[in-house]
């Protein structure tokens, strides 16, 4: 008896959640559908941006805001007219955000060879050319893109595979426990139809947030990149280039990639509390290129910030993570996000390998002809996990046939890198470091992704050996396992505070590891060593503002 009631009871208990999820999920559709069938539709946006009308998102210095929309956060960004970003534009000047200036107090540094002793950095604060200030606290960062992604039908966007198959699993492995196992059902039944009902919540959440995100970008446009190779024609551009538009809460905390979270019972986007993909505008290659440079005169540094996403990361994510860092990193440049074929699956990491190499000739075209065609001063890139391997090997390519390229690559940013550490130290880093302003790998022993990535390979990683075994001349290695306490380990370089601040000292202001008074030096053999960040100099700012730019 007291197992069919333990049976029925955890059968009705997973079955509640699946209905329960089928009603949230039907109110925030009519919901979303309602609210959003006033916002402007770009479904017939131009592939050439017109050059004609003035620039329509220039920032508001003073009167009235823009009015709020009626999902009640912030007023939708003009994603409906395409001459947002003509070669004429200009734009008004954004608030100002900068570092807070705090006292430093510090303590003293351990006795080290002279160049591992640490000074002081700081940034001032300044206007950012790319954030325009929205309704309600609202900020909207422009970004620029290029991937080699082939456009993809929003129904083929769908999470079946990475997100239905799994809850099916998770419902059928609970009647299997229910079913099959009564000796542990008698004991534990509540636990055990808790636990199905929470992972198929949890599953369901993350289908429909998913599902319901296309449903909202299929209303504002068409165009949507999926996993599939873009296979351009016979003399086409290789890649496929516009701009887009992400918008950044009021209380967005640095670090955090604000996205509807299952534990707040969160069902719908909400610009006041996420970050979100507002815009794709898709630009001819000519005018694309015009209006980057002309952008690029107008910002504060005639620079550009590379981002390229790893594993298991969709387009729409990429861009949204390029905007967060432009954010939270103040650049004083132009933000651009690079974004491979990722197939965007857990289930996906030997198709990624094969992706990330198929895009590297790619990524050494777009390099270059950001530098040929904009005149850039400098070109700074953040890779993470596997998009490293994109990185080295278009590097490895451009400083070989570009003689130049030491005049225009900036700081080489390396964070977790999922690349073979024997062929980094023996085959690209003697090639690459010469012709760079400054490389910087990131480490940590924390790593788990890499730890199973290394398993895989039956070789060690780049991002998860030990920071005393990846020490390059000319390169500076940095330990982060003491300050990272993410999940897997695998995210820190967006994700984490004191990675964010230590990236702004490095991006912006060109400061070097000895600079940056929250690093602490490990010496290991004469002068060379690597860095490990300081618990104690950790989320302080110091009061000077040296800085080595040119």
């Not at 609210?35 to 017939?44: H, M």
């Not at 620079?303 to 298991?312: D, S, W």
């Not at 005149?375 to 390519?397: P, Y």
Request: contains cysteine; proline residues 8%.
């Amino acid at each position: 008896m007291e197992q069919t009631i333990a049976k029925i009871a955890s059968t009705w208990l997973v079955r509640a959640g699946v209905p329960t999820l089928a009603l949230a999920g039907a109110a925030t559709y009519f919901s979303t559908v309602s609210n959003d069938s006033k916002a402007p539709n770009t479904s017939n946006v131009p592939t050439q941006v017109a050059q004609s009308e003035p620039d329509s998102v220039s920032e508001p210095t003073g009167g009235s805001a823009p009015e709020s929309s009626s999902e009640g956060a912030s007023a939708e960004p003009n994603v409906s007219q395409p001459n947002a970003l003509t070669p004429d534009t200009t734009i008004a000047d954004s608030p100002k955000i900068g570092l807070p200036q705090k006292k430093l107090s510090t303590p003293k540094a351990p006795d080290f060879p002279p160049t591992f002793q640490p000074q002081t950095a700081a940034a001032p604060p300044r206007a950012m050319s790319q954030m325009q200030q929205l309704a309600d606290g609202v900020k909207q960062v422009r970004v620029f893109y290029a991937t080699d992604r082939d456009s993809a039908d929003l129904r083929s966007q769908i999470p079946w595979l990475s997100g239905v198959l799994p809850m099916c699993l998770a419902i059928a492995a609970t009647f299997g426990i229910v079913g099959l196992a009564p000796s542990i059902t008698k004991k534990y039944w509540p636990l055990v139809a808790l636990g199905g009902l929470v992972v198929v919540s949890f599953l369901g959440h993350s289908i429909w947030i998913r599902t319901s995100t296309l449903l909202r970008m299929s209303q504002r446009y068409d165009l949507v990149f999926g996993a599939e190779r873009f296979q351009p024609k016979v003399r086409q551009y290789p890649l496929q280039v516009g701009y887009c538009d992400v918008t950044i809460p009021p209380n967005h905390q640095k670090g955090r990639l604000e996205s509807p979270k299952w534990s707040r019972l969160e069902w719908k986007l909400d610009e006041k509390k996420h970050v979100i993909l507002q815009s794709i505008e898709p630009a001819e290659e000519t005018t694309y290129f015009q209006t980057l440079a002309d952008r690029l005169k107008q910002s504060e540094r005639n620079e550009v910030l590379i981002f390229i996403h790893g594993y298991n990361v969709s387009f729409a994510d990429a861009v949204r993570r390029t905007g967060q860092l432009y954010h939270d990193l103040e650049f004083p440049g132009i933000p651009l996000c690079y974004s491979w074929p990722s197939a965007n699956m857990i289930s996906g990491y030997t198709r990624d390998e094969a992706a990330v190499g198929w895009t590297v000739a790619h990524l050494e075209k777009f390099l270059s002809d950001v530098r040929q065609r904009t005149q850039v001063d400098k070109i700074h890139i953040i890779a993470h996990s596997m998009g490293n391997r994109a990185l080295v090997g278009a590097l490895e390519r451009l400083v070989l046939r570009d003689p130049s390229a030491q005049e225009y690559l900036g700081q080489i940013v390396m964070a977790a890198p999922d690349v073979d550490s024997g062929e980094l130290a023996n085959r690209y880093m003697p090639t690459i470091i010469p012709k760079v302003e400054r490389l910087t790998l990131y480490t940590s022993q924390n790593d788990k992704a890499l730890l199973a990535s290394a398993a895989l390979h039956g070789a060690t990683r780049a991002g998860y050996q030990p920071a005393s075994e990846l020490i390059f001349p000319g390169a500076e290695t940095i330990d982060v396992s003491s300050i990272d306490t993410g999940l897997l380990g695998h995210s820190y370089y967006g994700e984490h505070p004191d990675l964010i601040m230590d990236l702004q000292a490095l991006v912006e202001l060109n400061q070097p590891a000895k600079l940056r008074n929250w690093l602490s030096p490990i010496a290991v053999r004469d002068d060379q060593g690597y860095w490990v960040f300081a618990r104690k100099r950790v989320a302080t700012q110091p009061e000077s503002q040296p800085s080595t730019r040119k």
